[in-house]
């Protein structure tokens, strides 16, 4: 999957904005170097080029907050309750829901050590357990898990505040989730 033309309108638009040539964003548990006149998002650790997805991820973070700033509300919200969230669902449900919930059935203390340990989270009180990630400062993911029984199976809810669609598309909010979910099951 190619993202040339999200990167490269990403990179046409910070140019324009910008008043710095280098920025330093944390996404998730990684420090990436941002230069725009080379336009190269590099991890800061290896020195390596991050994927595609996260370099689009980062940029259009930086475009955002640059752009309209990040004002958090206090509402937490679901996918399903973005433009377009209902339509783009099941897709998301397939991808980045049913895999955590069958992580966390597997293996639910696995699962939480990692989001704690690996990922900076902290629990917080929900469902039978839940956590709150940073994905980027100051942008936060509740993900609250339920075990099950033996008339329901295991589910998981991801959460975000809902100032987060001043900066992000549905498309890059699902991304993000996608990559929470993702580097969740990295146990």
């Known amino acids: 999957m190619g993202y040339e033309i999200s990167l490269g ?12 040539g280098k920025y330093g964003v944390r996404l998730l548990d990684e420090d990436y170097l941002v230069f725009v006149s080379l336009r190269k998002v ?3 650790t290896s020195g390596q080029e991050a994927e595609e997805m996260r370099a689009v991820l980062i940029l259009h973070f930086l475009l955002g907050i640059k ?3 990040f004002f958090p509300t206090g509402e937490w919200i679901s996918f399903r309750q973005l433009e377009g969230g209902p339509v783009f669902w099941p897709a998301f449900e397939e991808n980045s829901l049913v895999p955590l919930a069958r992580g966390f059935q597997e293996c639910p203390e696995g699962l939480i050590a990692n989001l704690v340990q690996r990922l900076g989270s902290k629990v ?3 469902g039978d357990v839940a956590v709150e990630v940073a994905a980027f400062p100051k942008i936060l993911v509740r993900m609250i898990f339920w075990k099950g029984d ?6 998981v809810t991801m959460l975000f505040d809902k100032g987060l669609i001043g900066i992000y598309s549905t498309e890059d909010v699902t991304v993000m989730l996608d990559l929470v979910s993702q580097q969740s099951l990295r146990i």
């Open 42 to 44: 590099l991890q800061k």
């Open 9 to 20: 309108l990403a990179w046409d638009e910070l140019e324009q904005i910008s008043h710095s």
């Open 150 to 155: 033996s008339d329901l199976s295991p589910a």
């Open 124 to 126: 917080i009180q929900g």
């Open 67 to 69: 752009k309209h700033g």
